[in-house]
């Protein structure tokens, strides 16, 4: 079955700790992979995405992510976490209008 | 713009009885719409998606259904709620097989 696989549930991190959240998709065929975070109390919103092309791909406040094919997957990095980075990030992949989401990770910065 | 609207935004319903929430798309013609179920520790649960008119997809075998009866309208449904039912419902759309996925604001259904 189609999955997608984030092994870190809660992360605490301190400010300026570099940050990687894991995420593996099972799907073998051609995927276009997401990060979505969703703040305390908001809606998800789009970090980045992946379709095509150069894997490392740049998203919003400092975001990151590289995809590796050849070990499915599609890690989030962040060179220096804030305290506004709280929140619980969603990997997610797409393929043939179907949208799957990973169970998501708590991210958790002390000031 | 597209916006997607979804309601009621909380409801609370005693078990056995039906449920119906709604979901619109304005904006944007033929999109691929999804209800998913989002609780603690599990992510969102992809339950149905719809890529046309009466053409559903179930992802996850259970006590609802959904129902696509216009291009733009999404319906989520239960003919008799079970407590297990309790969770938050997000309706969202996409475009094509390349999509990210756009969501409304929720609905909160609690099952008493």
């Known amino acids: 079955a189609q999955s997608v696989s984030q092994h870190n549930h809660h992360v605490i991190l301190s400010e300026a700790a570099s940050l990687e959240l894991g995420c593996n998709y099972s799907?073998?065929?051609?995927?276009?992979l997401f990060w979505y975070v969703q703040y305390p109390g908001q809606h998800l919103q789009l970090l980045l995405k992946?379709?095509?092309?150069?894997?490392l791909v740049k998203g919003i406040k400092g975001f990151e992510a590289e995809f590796i094919k050849s070990k499915f997957s599609f890690n989030l990095r962040k060179p220096s976490v804030q305290w506004s980075d709280t929140a619980e990030y969603f990997c997610?992949?797409?393929?043939?209008?179907?949208?799957?989401f990973g169970s998501g990770t708590r991210l958790s910065i002390r000031p | 713009s597209q916006t997607i609207h979804q309601w009621p935004a909380t409801l609370v319903q005693p078990v056995g009885s039906p449920l119906s929430l709604e979901c619109t798309v304005e904006?944007?013609?033929?999109?691929?719409l999804y209800w998913y179920r989002q609780a603690a520790g599990r992510g969102l649960q992809l339950l149905f998606y719809?890529?046309?008119?009466?053409?559903i997809s179930s992802e996850v075998p259970q006590n609802l259904s959904a129902s696509r009866p216009q291009d733009r309208q999404f319906i989520l449904s239960s003919k008799k709620l079970l407590l297990s039912d309790s969770g938050f419902y997000l309706c969202?759309?996409?475009?094509?097989?390349?999509?990210?996925?756009?969501f409304g604001q929720g609905t909160r259904l609690t099952v008493v």
């Open positions: 997610s992949y797409s393929s043939a209008s179907k949208i799957i």
């Open positions: 719809s890529v046309g008119i009466g053409q």
């Open positions: 992946y379709f095509s092309g150069d894997p």
């Open positions: 904006g944007t013609s033929n999109p691929n």
């Open positions: 969202a759309w996409g475009r094509g097989t390349q999509t990210e996925a756009f």
């Open positions: 799907y073998g065929g051609t995927v276009n």
